[in-house]
């Protein structure tokens, strides 16, 4: 008697681990395949618009299989600065974008000739001005949200020297080469 109800009460608890663990499994797979794909170039495209001033932009591009929805961006300049002559802290400067942040992007398609998912930021402050500066670095910041989970993921993009900087134009579509 006593054998058996060890063996129901072992097979009880077996049971119940698995079945906690094949849950917190399906959760997690599914949160990780939910939250947005945001994928940041990691160049500086520049030109001049039709009244000769200087611009430079930023591609961002929605890698999900579903839209992004309230998608927020942030450029920072992070200067470093000592602290009691051992720490290291930032002054942080927030940068004029065109544009704060979208309702949405729409999600990533296999079609020829669809390019929605892809987002184009850009600012009028001259970036390459002191790029160059010991630590100094531009931090691109960009905020997204699943439309059903609510689920945000914050991707960021550092551009520390002035290599990142391209002239001319990002290639078409999911590309985050220039052109």
């Known amino acids: 008697m006593f054998l058996t109800t060890g063996y129901f009460v072992l097979d009880l608890i077996i049971k119940f681990l698995v079945g906690i663990t094949s849950s917190f499994v399906f959760v997690f797979v599914i949160l990780q395949i939910m939250k947005p794909k945001i994928k940041i170039s990691d160049k500086i495209c520049y030109k001049l618009d039709k ?11 929605n890698m999900s299989i579903y839209d992004a929805y309230n998608v927020d961006f942030e450029l920072q300049k992070k200067d470093p600065y000592i602290v009691d002559k051992v720490k290291v802290n930032h002054n942080i400067d927030v ?9 949405s992007i729409p999600r990533h398609k296999k079609e020829n000739g669809y390019g929605d998912h892809a987002v184009l930021i850009r600012t009028y402050i001259d970036l390459s001005e002191d790029i160059d500066k010991d630590n100094l670095e531009f931090v691109l910041y960009v905020s997204a949200k699943h439309g059903l989970s609510n689920l945000t993921k914050v991707t960021t993009q550092s551009f ?7 002239a001319g134009s990002f290639k078409f579509g999911s590309n985050r080469e220039v052109c």
Do not use: C, E, P, R
Request: charged share 25%; glycine share 8%.
């Open 51 to 61: 009244k000769g001033n200087k611009f430079y932009y930023f591609k961002v591009v």
């Open 95 to 103: 940068i004029k974008l065109s544009a704060d942040g979208v309702y």
């Open 160 to 166: 520390d020297n002035s290599t990142v900087f391209k």
